[in-house]
């Protein structure tokens, strides 16, 4: 990074957009935090008086924040069409960013943030939160020691819950789709952390229009993404009954071992052959219960979407940010996962609109 907050400074963040309902959640988490104050908040939103009220926040302009000394990173919580505008905005004006996922309308946004973080050397982080589950990061590491054997088949599972699939928010003009990229971007995430980009995916994104409205644009997808030693099925539901993440899924098969993996409430089974150096048979495990749940209610400046409750992934993803920033390490999912991200669910879309036909995406 081209600079580093050290550790004994007080840091100024602030935001930019405050209209996604992930907002007062991620404000909430750096106010817990020692060593940091929030600086203010910028939105052309009628939302924005009621949000800094309820916040405890002043209501600034963008000049002012990105003028500000004191200011040391920005929140960028827009709606999409404006995210990579003040992201790349923030980082020019020398402020590191944490952006909410999927940081833009699509790959061409993510595009040019990718080139604003090459040109200033600035820190830019995506909101991904769920990565930050253990279950998650317990799957990471058995897959790189190889634990498993050779993987060959993956399956992966999601959906959206409360009914948000027919929200404006998950219908923004100019999105690369509705639920199927608001939502399952945090599953094409993992399946991009874990393994990387593929080399081709097949796959079928479809709206049942006898069944639901057209207030919403897709109302389950499947797809197969294809890489040279395994396959990757993806199932994605936009209308889920369960509140959490209870039914998302990353399941890895491999010769020596299988692994299940949920990210909330966070929670991992193992099978070991008996050959990998593990005794044979099934290890489970399951973080302490979450007495609030992820999405609480609505709020004066969240009418549409309930805000978020559970505070637990927000904050280990501001520490995260947190020490990149103060350190000067790299940030632990960068602006390239983020383009990464959008350009897989772009060619999914693709090969939808030709019928499932195989879209490459190397280049």
């Known amino acids: ?41 910028h939105d052309e939103s009628p ?37 990579a505008d003040f992201a790349i905005e923030a980082l020019e004006a020398g402020k590191a960013v944490l952006c909410e996922k999927p940081a833009g309308r699509g790959s061409a946004d993510t595009a040019r943030i990718v080139a604003a973080v090459d040109q200033t050397d600035g820190l830019f982080q995506v909101g991904y ?12 590491e058995v897959l790189a020691s190889g ?24 219908n923004q003009p100019g999105d690369i789709g509705g639920a199927m990229f608001v939502i399952a971007c945090h599953l094409i995430d993992r399946i991009l952390l874990h393994f990387g980009m593929p080399d081709t ?17 897709e109302d389950a997808g499947g797809a197969i993404l294809n890489y040279p030693d395994k396959l990757v099925t993806v199932d994605f539901m936009s209308w889920d009954p369960l509140s959490w993440t209870e039914s998302w899924d990353l399941s890895a098969y491999g010769t020596e071992g299988i692994m299940h993996s949920c990210p909330l409430p966070a929670s991992y ?9 593990h005794q044979q048979g099934w ?35 501001a520490a995260a940010f947190v020490t990149s920033l103060r350190t000067g390490t790299p940030s632990v999912v960068p602006a390239t996962q983020a383009h990464n991200v959008n350009r897989l669910l772009e060619a999914m879309f693709k090969s939808s609109e030709l019928a499932g036909a195989e879209v490459s995406l190397t280049f």
């Open 147 to 170: 634990r498993l054997g050779k993987v060959l088949q993956v399956r992966a599972h999601a959906g959206c819950s409360h009914n948000e699939a027919a929200t404006a928010h998950m």
């Open 201 to 217: 995916v097949n796959a079928r994104i479809t709206k049942f229009p006898l069944v639901f409205g057209a207030e919403s644009r």
């Open 129 to 140: 939160c769920w990565r930050f589950a253990p279950s998650i990061g317990k799957m990471q």
């Open 269 to 277: 089974k193992i099978y070991d052959s008996g050959k990998n150096g």
């Open 47 to 83: 939302l924005l008086t009621p949000f800094v009220d309820a916040l405890g926040l002043e209501p600034r302009s963008k000049d002012e924040i990105l003028a500000d000394a004191d200011v040391h990173a920005v929140l960028v919580h827009s709606k999409s069409h404006a995210m």
């Open 1 to 41: 990074m081209g600079y580093a907050i050290g550790e004994d400074a007080m840091l100024g963040i602030a935001c930019l957009g405050i209209t996604h309902p992930h907002t007062s959640g991620r404000v909430k988490a750096f106010q817990r935090m020692s060593g940091v104050r929030l600086l203010g908040a």
């Open 283 to 317: 290890t489970e495990w399951r973080e302490t219960s979450f007495p609030e749940i992820w999405a609480t209610k609505k709020t004066v400046y969240s009418p549409e979407i309930a805000e978020i409750g559970n505070p637990i992934y927000f904050d280990r993803e």
